[in-house]
């Protein structure tokens, strides 16, 4: 097996799991318990892109746990084909949720001046969530590119 | 020469960033043209990020036109790499750009329905422009692709 840091069945990759679940939880959170998300679409939209990618690592955060334990290969090249097609689909979900939900958030804050208008809008912590759905990004993106390297290698 | 579709250095790879001008081009100007565009930063920026691409594209056209009449081999392992990052920034703000974009039309038309109250406001021409930088961040992407894969058959 590999040593490649962060690729399926090793360590830094069920450690790669947790973090994008624990951020993501977070990001959910922090924008659940902001007032008035329901309204826009963009916000609700980056909730969901969230959620899969809440279940997807969660679900990869299972199989590392389980092979890390039985100390199993799960470098096979059917199987990480689709954990980076699956991490690359969340990935541009979540990107494209926090786009949208950031210029949302700009047009709020600084071209229109709704936040300081009206006041009871959540504005910080969708702020929050929105800067917590990039480090989800982030760390998915990490996935991603170090189960392609893997592929790479068996080239 | 490889010929690989859409890769520097081919009639496809020409055609390809053509249409990539042309469309951002149309979609400048669809945007350019709408009242009001300029008070909301998602639609500067996309404009912004539209202009990167035009520059990058009808650069690599002029390369690509050389290429093809004095039929020169472009397909060295350092500057295919550096276009293909170069593609992948560009396709990236792109995307970013038009997502973003998306996101406050929509809550322009159907979250606030600000652009029934206030009529002035070119939500069509909006919405038209936006449609215009999905294709060209799909054409971008195709480039991108071709490149990439262009990469990967020389390893």
Do not use: E
């Amino acid at each position: 097996m590999k040593l490649i840091v962060g690729s399926p069945g090793t360590w830094s990759g069920l450690a790669l799991r947790v973090s994008q679940c624990v951020f993501a939880l977070a990001s959910i959170c922090a924008m659940a318990s902001g007032f008035g998300f329901t309204n826009y679409s963009a916000f609700f939209y980056m909730i969901v892109a969230l959620m899969v990618q809440l279940m997807w690592s969660l679900a990869l955060a299972c199989v590392d746990i389980f092979s890390v334990r039985n100390t199993k290969d799960l470098h096979d090249w059917m199987l990480v084909t689709l954990i980076v097609v699956g991490d690359w689909i969340t990935a541009v979900l979540v990107f494209t949720g926090a786009s949208a939900s950031a210029s949302v958030t700009i047009l709020f804050t600084r071209d229109t001046h709704i936040c300081r208008v009206y006041t009871r809008l959540a504005c910080g912590q969708f702020a929050l969530s929105i800067v917590l759905a990039f480090i989800v990004w982030l760390l998915g993106a990490a996935s991603c590119f170090s189960g392609f390297w893997l592929l790479v290698s068996f080239l």
